[in-house]
């Protein structure tokens, strides 16, 4: 799986992978990276408990988001 790195800035970039609704119990499909980045594995898909367990891709934005971190 590739790794993107990325920015997190509140709620404002909204991704699945760091989302608390998006199920990745362990955070394994997220690693903190330099300068304040955060790398996550694209492409990857888990349920999401607020959708009903639908499945979503890492990359997804949703308006529900609410960060894990």
Known sequence: MMM????LN???NKRCA???Y???PTC???A???AGRW???MGVKRPCRLKKNVEM???ISCSNFECKL
């Open 4 to 7: 993107c790195a990325y920015y």
């Open 32 to 34: 903190p990276s330099t």
């Open 57 to 59: 891709k890492s990359s």
């Open 28 to 30: 394994e499909m997220i």
């Open 10 to 12: 509140g709620n404002k």
């Open 39 to 41: 790398k996550y594995k």
């Open 22 to 24: 998006w199920y990745d």
């Open 18 to 20: 760091f989302c608390k």
